[in-house]
């Protein structure tokens, strides 16, 4: 059978039914609110948990809880929603989110401060959940484009929120009313989610589940071999685990058991201990598969990307003498050309007739040298250049990464696998302001030529492993 991934270019969004199509920018809008009242928030917790009297010490040690939460819990609560179904745990991540927001608008201790970030930091995964789900609505050849225009509207949202929340610093008590209005704008998207014809979906992904059967062939337009959420092929070990027992012979899903991922596998009203197991049974699944390579390759350019970051600000004002208005000009630019660049993401993996493997390579050699580049240069211009490219090279390459990691983990753990990818890049933001402290000591242009190595790291990677990711691909092609 011919590789349906050279032979016929990837369905747009307007292809899809009209119900999913509007369900799924519903979900757009949640990502929007989402980062939207999040960043409201976030240039200002160092200066008020300051304002409560900590020391530095203290500061650094209380703005680190959340990242240590979110290390141990994206899996857990990605892992959790594969298991309870979407709905369920987007909607407690969100309820769960305002809760912490209300009582951060709260907090006129250090104590009360730390109280409200645990909510956050363990349950603050709307949008992994929210990115599992549309894995969930759309075919392997449709994700990017879908997961291009997501990421674009959530950060439109994380470009637009510390305007809004500036705004309102400047008036008496501004971050007590940013906490309050950032847990409204959740407690608004609990009611969104809350809202959406969710038996709708369900019935509509099990229409079109039946419509590509096997048995009774395979009759819809987005029929194709690589489409995880509800494909007929053939399965990896991953996903035949993760349907509810061990793969069958040669891989695939036992007898009597449907391949197809469900919506839940317990309710939410079940028996904790029921739920853990579930979710344990998955982290170890997921753990034990070889996607290792992958895992890396997302670490390695998630430090090299936040080291090219690090002391931007300081090393424009050392290095060419920049104002800090002026960095914030920069920074506020190549943010907004990232926002855009969610929507190259579907012409271009049409380009590459969904390769995204060579996709990803490509991206990462240009972010590799777009860092060395940046760490070369001898003005202010080329500056402006690399950044221009730096921020469609990163939004491209986050699209691709998550995507492999789908495809080649299945749908069935779509959750646990968008939150140990979440999990991963968490650790990378422990690891690189430590990096970038040790690098800077050497030069302001330390912190991105490590990035640099680290990039190289990753491609030397990726032309190590690309070529056996395309031998099992073309073993499964054959099985079919």
Avoid at 287 to 292: F, G, H, K, Y
Wanted: some cysteine.
């Amino acid at each position: 059978m011919t590789d349906q991934r050279w032979s016929s270019s990837p369905p747009r969004l307007p292809q899809l039914r009209g119900g999913r199509r509007r369900f799924i920018r519903c979900i757009y809008v949640v990502g929007f609110m989402d980062l939207f009242g999040v960043s409201m928030i976030i240039p200002l917790l160092s200066h008020h948990v300051k304002a409560l009297g900590a020391t530095p010490t203290v500061a650094g040690i209380v703005g680190s809880t959340y990242g240590i939460l979110q290390l141990f819990s994206s899996t857990l609560v990605g892992s959790w929603s594969d298991v309870v179904g979407r709905q369920d745990s987007l909607l407690t991540c969100l309820l769960l989110s305002a809760l912490g927001y209300g009582l951060l608008g709260m907090s006129s201790s250090i104590a009360l401060f730390v109280l409200a970030r645990i909510p956050v930091g363990l349950f603050k995964h709307s949008l992994s959940i929210c990115r599992a789900l549309l894995s969930d609505l759309v075919s392997e050849s449709e994700r990017p484009l879908v997961m291009g225009h997501f990421n674009a509207a959530s950060s439109v949202g994380f470009i637009l929120g510390p305007v809004v929340g500036g705004y309102l610093t400047e008036h008496e008590g501004g971050f007590y009313t940013s906490s309050f209005m950032c847990a409204a704008i959740f407690l608004v998207n609990a009611g969104l989610v809350w809202m959406l014809p969710w038996s709708e979906m369900l019935a509509d992904r099990r229409q079109t589940n039946r419509s590509n059967d096997p048995g009774k062939g395979c009759h819809d337009n987005h029929c194709s071999r690589a489409v995880q959420n509800g494909s007929h092929g053939p399965r990896p070990a991953l996903a035949a685990a993760d349907a509810g027992g061990a793969p069958g012979p040669g891989g695939g899903a036992p007898p009597g058991r449907s391949r197809r991922p469900a919506w839940r596998e317990v309710s939410l009203l079940q028996p904790a201990w029921r739920q853990l197991s579930s979710v344990s049974s998955k982290i170890r699944t997921v753990a034990s598969s070889d996607m290792w390579d992958l895992f890396l390759v997302r670490l390695l350019m998630a430090v090299a990307i936040m080291l090219y970051y690090s002391n931007f600000s300081l090393a424009m004002e050392e290095r060419f003498a920049l104002r800090p208005k002026a960095t914030g000009y920069l920074i506020s630019y190549s943010s907004t050309l990232g926002a855009l660049a969610g929507f190259l993401v579907g012409p271009v993996t049409q380009l590459y007739r969904s390769n995204m493997a060579a996709l990803l390579l490509h991206s990462t050699v240009l972010t590799c040298s777009l860092i060395l580049l940046y760490a070369a240069a001898p003005s202010v211009w080329q500056v402006l250049l690399t950044s221009t490219f730096f921020a469609i090279s990163t939004s491209i390459g986050r699209t691709c990464i998550t995507d492999l990691e789908l495809q080649r983990g299945g749908a069935q753990a779509s959750g646990t696998l968008i939150g140990a990818g979440q999990s991963v890049t968490a650790v990378g933001r422990v690891l690189a302001p430590l990096l970038s402290g040790l690098a800077q000591e050497f030069s302001p242009c330390g912190p991105p030529s490590l990035g640099v190595l680290l990039a190289l790291a990753a491609v030397a990677l990726l032309l190590l492993r690309i070529p056996k990711w395309d031998r099992r691909e073309a073993s499964k092609v054959a099985k079919l």
